[in-house]
Every structure is written in structure tokens, then in C-alpha cells.
């Protein structure tokens, strides 16, 4: 239960940009493959695509802009 309100704070929390959520989750993905635990990695990496899809990232055209450019990779690092 504590795991899944954490999970909903990261989708709802507006602190941070979208791109820096993303990133947050991406790298909390990336230390939980050190774990034990398949289950949580698989549940982080949904929890990052949901938010990415809730947010549009997969919708972005490059720009030119360096922010956009880190958010199309963030999106496709997430997706593949």
C-alpha cells in the first residue's frame, strides 16, 4: 500500500518538470535491476511509461531545442 501511494505521488506531484520526473524514474528503474525483486522493476518501468504517455512525451518533434532532444531520449529509452 505505502508503495503504491509513493507510485501515485511521483504521477501527481508537480514540483518538477515532466522531463526531470522522467529522468528520476528512469534511474530509480535502472538501480532496482540491482535488486532481487523482478516484479518492482517491472512495476517502476510501467509506472515511468504511464507517466511518459500521461505526459506526451511520445508525441514531442525535435525542435533544435537541447530539451526537447533529452525528452525524445528519455521517451525512447522508456519505450525500447
Known sequence: ???AQADQNIL???????LIR?????????????????PRVVHITGVA???AVMKRFHCLVHDGTAET??????WWCIYS
Open 1 to 3: 500500500m505505502l508503495q
Open 69 to 74: 532532444t533529452m525528452a525524445i531520449k528519455a
Open 12 to 18: 501527481t506531484d508537480h514540483s518538477y518538470r515532466p
Open 49 to 51: 511509461m504511464r507517466f
Open 22 to 38: 522522467l529522468q528520476a524514474m528512469l534511474l530509480y528503474a535502472i538501480h532496482a535491476l540491482h535488486g532481487e525483486s523482478t
